[in-house]
């Protein structure tokens, strides 16, 4: 999930500090023992991953390796490339989607990690986005990403200097083991300008 990159970069460096806090809520809840079995009511919900969620898991679950691509714009005269990896894994139980993201090119070297899971709405799913270029570290995308008829799209709109920017990206399957990643910028979705290009294709475990 490259990022929807550096000021565009930067605003899409914006994408995707919330996971502290919640990894630190977790910790204090182990250390205070709260998370035991007497915790869990006979009534409550069943937390088995929704079947979109279990759907999209098996979809991105492995190792792609990625080429990048940049149009011609005012930020990059000339365009440019990248090369990197993706490795995306279940989270625990399956009810979340994380990222491992590495990549090298007209952009910089950019490490980051996403993490995806089920809104609580029930509406779409939520989008943490963590990268060596954010300098709070991680940001939470203001809208719920999407997962339907197989592609993915993360939609993120925010207002800079006081006009507001959206950013989307979406993924394409071209096919079970390919995708390709367009991320675009606008003031609307009817406006929106591609401005990188990614291209996967899962990387397959040799068979001895």
């Given amino acids: 999930m490259q990022r929807l990159t550096i000021q565009r970069m930067a605003s899409v460096n914006n994408l995707r500090c919330g996971m502290i806090f919640v990894l630190a809520m977790l910790q204090a809840s182990g250390q205070a023992g709260t998370f035991s079995s007497a915790a869990l009511k006979p009534d409550a919900p069943s937390l088995a991953a929704p079947h979109d969620m279990k759907s999209l898991v098996t979809a991105l679950t492995g190792s792609w390796p990625i080429h990048l691509s940049f149009p011609r714009s005012p930020q990059m005269p000339n365009g440019g490339e990248g090369d990197g990896e993706e490795v995306w894994r279940a989270g625990p139980g399956a009810n979340s989607l994380i990222e491992d993201y590495h990549s090298v090119g007209a952009d910089g070297d950019l490490s980051g990690l996403a993490i995806l899971w089920p809104a609580t709405n029930g509406k779409g799913l939520q989008v943490l986005w963590c990268d060596n270029a954010i300098s709070s570290g ?38 079970p083991d390919s995708f390709t990643q367009t991320l675009s910028e606008g003031e609307s979705a009817a406006n929106l300008k591609p401005f990188l290009t990614i291209s996967a294709t899962r990387k397959r475990l040799k068979v001895k």
Avoid: H, P
């Fill in 138 to 175: 991680c940001r939470t995308l203001n809208d719920n990403a999407e997962w339907k008829d197989g592609g993915l799209v993360l939609s993120d709109e925010r207002y800079e200097d006081g006009k507001k920017r959206l950013t989307q990206e979406i993924f394409t399957f071209d096919t």
